[in-house]
């Protein structure tokens, strides 16, 4: 499968300053990994988006156009504002697709055009390229009002972290790919918050109370061999602000099992 760097930082509100790096350092370590846990060495093959750090406009533009042209692939952030241009590119090819999306956070704060990594989610459903009926959010766990109130007006499809917990991974994982297999396609973002930060203190809006390492493969594990799975991205990493490379390391190992 191709491996597609952004390392776009531009859209992250200061907090996400050094995911711009991530893209590499993920692929350093996804080196160190011969194999995935049932035993494949899937290769995969390098491109890039050639950013403007500066430019939020002139990056979403290229990121589209790259992602138009390709098929099948894993996107490796950067901040969680790449997912806007890439889905809309990935929805022109892929008509009616849904997205399974784990973050911690809702990302629909604000409507601000172009979106950052608080509101790409909101605006791809106001701007009408997703359908909220087509969104299955994972392990959210710290809200602003107006986004839970969002969720729920739109009927957007959720498992908080305290849900998850109740009904346990395992029952979780098969209430979502139910879903999700009734949709034409789907993406699937990774938010890289959505682990707890004891396994991946690499980012910046840390929130406790999240997945283990251990869960979120599970979940990826399961979720790749859906026979509509188009594309995968991996957001959120700043390897500047990780420990012992724990995140970097979990990012790439999530890549090795969906390659
Ligand atoms: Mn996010």
Same mark, same amino acid.
């Given at each position: 499968?191709?491996?597609?760097?952004?390392?776009?930082?531009?859209?992250?509100?200061?907090?996400?300053?050094?995911?711009?790096?991530?893209?590499?350092?993920?692929?350093?370590?996804?080196?160190?990994?011969?194999?995935?846990?049932?035993?494949?060495?899937?290769?995969?093959?390098?491109?890039?988006?050639?950013?403007?750090?500066? /430019?939020? *406009?002139?990056?979403? &533009?290229?990121?589209?156009?790259?992602?138009?042209?390709?098929? %099948?692939?894993?996107? +490796? =952030?950067?901040?969680?504002?790449?997912?806007?241009?890439?889905?809309?590119?990935?929805?022109?090819?892929?008509?009616?697709?849904?997205?399974?999306?784990?973050?911690?956070?809702?990302?629909?704060?604000?409507?601000?055009?172009?979106?950052?990594?608080?509101?790409?989610?909101?605006?791809?459903?106001?701007?009408?390229?997703?359908?909220?009926?087509?969104?299955?959010?994972?392990?959210?766990?710290?809200?602003?009002? /107006?986004? *839970?109130?969002?969720? &729920?007006?739109?009927?957007?499809?959720?498992?908080?972290?305290? %849900?998850?917990?109740? +009904? =346990?991974?395992?029952?979780?994982?098969?209430?979502?790919?139910?879903?999700?297999?009734?949709?034409?396609?789907?993406?699937?973002?990774?938010?890289?918050?959505?682990?707890?930060?004891?396994?991946?203190?690499?980012?910046?809006?840390?929130?406790?109370?999240?997945?283990?390492?251990?869960?979120?493969?599970?979940?990826?594990?399961?979720?790749?061999?859906?026979?509509?799975?188009?594309?995968?991205?991996?957001?959120?990493?700043?390897?500047?602000?990780?420990?012992?490379?724990?995140?970097?390391?979990?990012?790439?190992?999530?890549?090795?099992?969906?390659?």
């Amino acid at each position: 499968m191709k491996l597609i760097k952004v390392g776009f930082s531009g859209g992250g509100l200061g907090k996400a300053n050094g995911s711009e790096v991530a893209p590499d350092e993920i692929i350093k370590s996804l080196y160190d990994l011969y194999s995935n846990e049932d035993g494949f060495f899937n290769e995969f093959q390098i491109e890039a988006v050639d950013v403007v750090n500066s /430019n939020i *406009i002139e990056t979403n &533009k290229r990121i589209f156009d790259k992602i138009k042209s390709s098929n %099948k692939c894993i996107l +490796l =952030g950067g901040d969680h504002s790449i997912t806007y241009s890439s889905f809309k590119a990935f929805v022109l090819n892929h008509p009616d697709a849904g997205m399974i999306i784990f973050d911690a956070h809702p990302d629909c704060e604000n409507n601000f055009s172009p979106p950052t990594q608080e509101d790409y989610l909101k605006v791809l459903i106001e701007e009408g390229f997703l359908n909220p009926a087509k969104v299955i959010l994972i392990g959210l766990r710290n809200w602003h009002e /107006n986004e *839970i109130k969002y969720l &729920k007006e739109k009927g957007i499809f959720y498992f908080n972290m305290k %849900k998850m917990f109740d +009904l =346990g991974v395992n029952e979780v994982c098969s209430l979502v790919m139910e879903r999700a297999l009734l949709w034409p396609s789907v993406y699937v973002s990774v938010d890289i918050d959505v682990v707890d930060p004891a396994f991946a203190p690499g980012t910046g809006y840390c929130e406790p109370g999240g997945l283990t390492s251990r869960e979120i493969i599970y979940f990826l594990q399961r979720i790749k061999k859906m026979r509509n799975v188009g594309m995968f991205d991996i957001v959120e990493v700043c390897p500047k602000l990780d420990v012992n490379g724990l995140t970097v390391k979990l990012a790439a190992k999530l890549v090795r099992e969906v390659l």
